[in-house]
């Protein structure tokens, strides 16, 4: 892997200690800190994520461009962790992973004018994957103004199919523009991806308040708002307002898209193409 580049430079507010990632080969990970700044960075072919907040509190990540190839696994734009008061601004990531990756524990994010594509979107979660008794949660998240290139989702919430127990709650995903996006709206509460999870377990994370306003653009696949929520704790309270998607299909020819629910309760108002089935 290539050497990280770091073009950088850190405003120290207050004490910044860092302290290795446990995964290790980020680009930069931002660590028990409070009240840091980190603007203009550039990261290039990270060996895993190039940018991690983990266990911080108001930390501000603005102008952060990244550059990795989209088949790059594992090499997460932004990953904020366990953090409260975590605003990102400004930023473009193509890269071969999440290009904003929310994990549990985190409070009060801001994420604004980001441009992801290529890689996997903007993702809360994946939460649920760790066993044991602590609570896994999100809550209030605002992801605001943001543009999808090519990616493999848009806006996504994902859980894993696991009884691990917690929430998410009071997300609003607002002004978002897909160009060609597989999944753009996506709530995918059995995520596995190296299978291994048990067979039909539902999630023990329940979802509520998530709202989806000012969505457009294309879906390179027929499904473009798809809830797959948990049986056993159904996702409540969602509402789509002003969001018009449209199929582009591989002749670049235009078709109507559709939208799939699953235990996903909630309201549409505005224009809403496809159709709300909430
Ligand atoms: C939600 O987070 C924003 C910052 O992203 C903050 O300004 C606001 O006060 C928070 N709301 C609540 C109810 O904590």
């Known amino acids: 892997m290539a050497k990280a580049m770091l073009g950088l430079l850190v405003h120290l507010h207050a004490a910044l200690l ?3 990632e446990p995964a290790g080969g980020a680009s930069l990970t931002i660590s028990n800190s409070r009240d840091v700044v980190v603007d203009g960075l550039r990261s290039v072919s990270s060996e895993l994520f190039h940018v991690v907040v983990l266990q911080s ?3 501000t990540v603005r102008r952060v461009t990244v550059d990795a190839p989209a088949d790059s696994p594992n090499t997460d734009g932004i990953h904020v962790h366990k953090s409260t008061d975590v605003a990102v601004y400004d930023a473009a990531i193509p890269t071969g992973d999440d290009c904003v990756s929310v994990g549990p524990g985190n409070s009060n994010l801001w994420i604004e004018r980001v441009a992801c594509g290529p890689g996997h979107g903007i993702s809360i979660g994946s939460l649920g994957k760790q066993q044991g008794m602590a609570v896994e949660a999100v809550e209030n998240v605002t992801v605001k103004t943001t543009w999808f290139t ?3 989702n848009g806006l996504r919430i994902k859980t894993w199919g696991s009884s691990k127990r917690g929430y998410v709650r009071g997300v609003t995903f607002a002004d978002a523009t897909m160009s060609a996006v597989a999944n753009p709206i996506i709530i995918d509460q059995h995520y596995c991806p190296d299978g291994g999870c048990a067979a039909g377990q539902s999630s023990g994370i329940k979802i509520t308040g998530v ?3 000012g969505v457009r653009g ?8 798809s809830f ?3 049986r056993t704790n159904p996702c409540s309270g969602i509402t789509l307002r002003d969001v018009k998607l449209t199929y582009r299909q591989k002749s670049l020819k235009l078709a ?3 939208s799939s629910c699953r235990y996903a309760q909630g309201t549409a108002s ?3 193409v496809p159709p709300s089935c909430l």
Request: hydrophobic fraction near 40%.
């Open 211 to 213: 709202e989806y306003a």
């Open 150 to 152: 090519g990616t493999t």
């Open 18 to 20: 860092f302290v290795p």
């Open 57 to 59: 509190r108001g930390v």
């Open 218 to 225: 294309s879906s390179s696949t027929p499904v473009a708002v």
């Open 270 to 272: 505005g224009l809403v």
């Open 228 to 230: 797959d929520c948990s």
């Open 256 to 258: 109507d898209a559709a």
